[in-house]
Each structure stands twice: as structure tokens, then as C-alpha cells.
């Protein structure tokens, strides 16, 4: 049977209960499609300061490097609000994606149709919206030095470093470009090339790179009107390329498109290394509930089979179970709607396991 090993990393806030439920989503799926899923746990942010004073320990660090994927929950929450920058829950999610070299995340944005009246946007805008954003992972002002916060005279200045070197660029660029040749060849690079040198860089690069990829149609957007063309528009995207801090605040964005942030999963990839983790955070407000939507990790745990164990039909059938969810009416409160049925973390997660089962047993 083949086997696979992942390294778990719940983290904080509603992380346990939503990692849980893809979990036995995983399991099923290792039932009944014969893969044998190994699960190691490791701990990471809040909980991981709590029990060893480091966010990101050595230990889960290993255990990632020797694991053939990871899947992580949420880091973060207000009992760590007030540690200093560089010792808070973040710092190790930040720490895992450089040493793990995750330079591109993927962050699809899907409408599903019974899902239209879940958005705040009218039914026809939102209609076939299907994009992916393309985030670079490991550099921008998320990583650039100098940084810190420092005396000048008297004052406190803030200091972070916005800096891209060209390799960086081009090789989530060319990523990009590989992932929008597979789907409707459309690719939008967001930046801020009006004001910023970094930007002008990173439009420079995509325009050199385009020439290796005469199929693919290429747009610049400055990344305030990229804003704005997301609501107004967002069915005209196909795959969406930009920087670290760009693709933080636009993935959000396109996540209320598609309903609520608790439907938006995520990819980050490397040359060597992947990790899967829902877009959303730890979600303090309705953590220990039971009331998480618990889609977007139960989708990165598909993304892990598809992109990690190349197990397309597996995935598939997850995707798939998932969407009938959806069309049978169940609904976790963020995606509420009249006339549909209130499910909490845990109910949503059983109907999706029956519906593999019988999406299965149909195929069979
Ligand atoms: N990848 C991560 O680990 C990650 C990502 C973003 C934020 N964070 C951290 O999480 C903490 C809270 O941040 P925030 O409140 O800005 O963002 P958040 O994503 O945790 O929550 C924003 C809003 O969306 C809701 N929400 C999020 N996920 C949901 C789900 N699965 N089901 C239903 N509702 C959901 C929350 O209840 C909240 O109202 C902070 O410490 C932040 O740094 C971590
Ligand atoms: C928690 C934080 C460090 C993280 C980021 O800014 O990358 C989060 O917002 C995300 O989108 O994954
Ligand atoms: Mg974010």
C-alpha cells in the first residue's frame, strides 16, 4: 500500500478542531482509495511558545523536513498579542515557509454556485468567478533587512525593507506562468510599479519572462486598482501573480468573493518542500465553538493529494464531495443562508465523509 507522511501542525485557535476534521477526511480517503496516510504531530506558534518558549521549534522543523508533506492549521491569537514582533505565533509560520523555501503560494478563489447568495457581491458578478492567486512567499517586506524598530535622536523610527531580488521574482513568476498555461492562459501580475522600485523590477521580469510564453495573455494591474477590478470584475481573472504583502491583503479580498474566508484553502510550494494550510487564521472569536467552517483545510488536505502525492482522483472525489455538501443545503454559520441547514465544525465534517463514501461506492 503506498504510504505517505505528514506532519501536522495544529497550531492555535480553531487550528485543532479544523485540522481534526481533515484528518478524518484523510483517512477516509486512505480507506478507501488504499493509501496509507502516517500523521506526526508537531507544534507551532501560540501553543508551541506555551510548551517550549519558541514558536517555531527545532523539533517541528525536523519533523517537517522528514515528513513527505505538511499540513498546519492557524497560528496566533490575543493571548500572544503582546509579545514583541520577532517572538510571536506569526514568527513561526513565517520561519517554516522560509526554511522549508516555500516560494509560491497558491490560493485558488472559486465560486460554488450554491454559494452565490453567500456573497455580498450581486449573483451575476460573481457568476464563474474562478482565479488563483499566485502569492511569493519567502521575500518582500515580510523578510527584508534592515528591520526593526530603532532610536533616531529622540524618536522611535519603524524601519521594514520592501526588496526583491531578480531570481526571486522570476521563479514564482515562471511558476505562474506554468499554472495559468494549464488553465485559460490569462495571467495578472499586480504591483506598484508608479511608485515603487521593486515593483518596476518585478514588471520588468514578467514582461521578460512573457516572451517564453507567447500563449499566455499578460495584464499589469497596480495593485489598488487590482483591488478594486477584483470586486468589479472578478470572473475576468484567470491566475494572479504578486509579491508577499500584495497577495496577503488581495487573497482576503478574493476570499469574501467566494463567501467567506473558512472556503479558501492554500498551497505553498517549493522546489522541494510543501505545506498546506488554510488561507484564514486562527479565528480567536469562535475558537473552541464547534462552529468553524472547516472546507478550507478539508481543501488543502485535497491540494496535498493533487500537488504532493500526485493522487488526482483522490482529490478529486474530496473536491467533489465537498461541492455536493454544499449543493445538499449544509452550511457552517459563516456561509449561512435562509432555507439552508445550519451544520457546526464537526456535522459538516461527517456529511462530507458520507458523501465520499458515496460518491465511491458509485463509481464502483
Ligand atoms: N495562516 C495563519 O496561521 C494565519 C492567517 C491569518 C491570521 N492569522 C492569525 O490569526 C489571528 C486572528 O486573525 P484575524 O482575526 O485577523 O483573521 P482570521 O482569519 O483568524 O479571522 C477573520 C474572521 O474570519 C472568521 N473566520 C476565519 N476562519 C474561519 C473559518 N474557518 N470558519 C468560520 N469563520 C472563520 C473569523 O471568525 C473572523 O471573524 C491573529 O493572531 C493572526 O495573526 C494566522
Ligand atoms: C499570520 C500571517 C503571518 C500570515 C501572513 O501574513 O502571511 C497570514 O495572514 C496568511 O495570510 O497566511
Ligand atoms: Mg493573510
Known amino acids: ?145 534592515p528591520r526593526g524598530i530603532f532610536k533616531e535622536g529622540e524618536r522611535r523610527v519603524g524601519i521594514n525593507t520592501m526588496r526583491y531580488t531578480e531570481d526571486e521574482i522570476r521563479r514564482v513568476v515562471k511558476k505562474a506562468f506554468e499554472i495559468a498555461r494549464g488553465r485559460r492562459k490569462k495571467l495578472t501580475s499586480v504591483d506598484k510599479s508608479n511608485v515603487l522600485e521593486v515593483s518596476a523590477l518585478w514588471r520588468e521580469i514578467v514582461e521578460e519572462e512573457s516572451k517564453s510564453y507567447p500563449d499566455v495573455q499578460v495584464e499589469h494591474l497596480y495593485v489598488d486598482n487590482c483591488a478594486m477590478q477584483m470586486i468589479r470584475r472578478p470572473s475576468s481573472f484567470d491566475v494572479i ?40 487564521g486562527s479565528a480567536p472569536d469562535i475558537a473552541g465553538k464547534g462552529v468553524a ?31 455536493l455538501a454544499l449543493e445538499r443545503g449544509y452550511r457552517t454559520p459563516d456561509i449561512y443562508a435562509e432555507g439552508t441547514k445550519k451544520v457546526g465544525t464537526q456535522e459538516m465534517t461527517e456529511v462530507i465523509i458520507s458523501l465520499l463514501e458515496e460518491l465511491c461506492e458509485r463509481s464502483a
Open 1 to 145: 500500500m503506498p504510504s505517505f507522511k505528514i506532519a501536522l501542525l495544529k497550531g492555535d485557535g480553531i487550528g485543532p478542531e479544523i485540522v481534526e476534521s481533515a484528518v478524518k477526511v484523510l483517512q477516509k480517503v486512505g480507506k478507501l482509495f488504499g493509501y496509507d496516510f502516517i500523521l506526526e504531530e508537531g507544534l507551532i506558534g501560540g501553543i508551541a511558545i506555551d510548551k517550549t518558549g519558541e514558536p517555531l521549534p527545532q523539533e517541528t522543523l525536523e519533523l517537517c523536513l522528514s515528513s513527505d508533506a505538511v499540513l498546519l492549521g492557524a497560528v496566533g491569537g490575543p493571548k500572544w498579542d503582546d509579545l514583541p514582533t520577532h517572538k510571536r505565533p506569526e514568527r513561526g509560520l513565517l520561519g517554516i515557509r522560509k526554511a522549508l523555501d516555500l516560494y509560491a503560494n497558491l490560493r485558488p478563489a472559486k465560486v460554488y454556485k450554491p454559494l452565490v447568495p453567500s456573497s455580498p457581491l450581486k449573483d451575476h458578478v460573481v457568476m464563474g468567478t474562478d482565479f488563483i492567486v499566485v502569492r511569493e512567499l519567502t521575500g518582500d517586506v515580510y523578510y527584508g533587512e
Open 293 to 323: 467552517n472547516p472546507i478550507a483545510t478539508i481543501l488543502s488536505a485535497s491540494m496535498m493529494l493533487r500537488y504532493s502525492f500526485n493522487l488526482k482522483e483522490a482529490s478529486d472525489a474530496i473536491d467533489r464531495a465537498v461541492e
Open 241 to 280: 501573480v504578486t509579491g508577499n504583502i500584495f497577495g496577503d491583503i488581495l487573497s482576503d479580498e478574493a476570499a469574501v468573493i467566494t463567501g467567506s474566508l473558512g472556503m479558501l484553502p492554500s498551497a505553498s510550494l517549493g522546489e522541494r518542500y510543501a505545506l498546506y494550510e488554510p488561507v484564514h
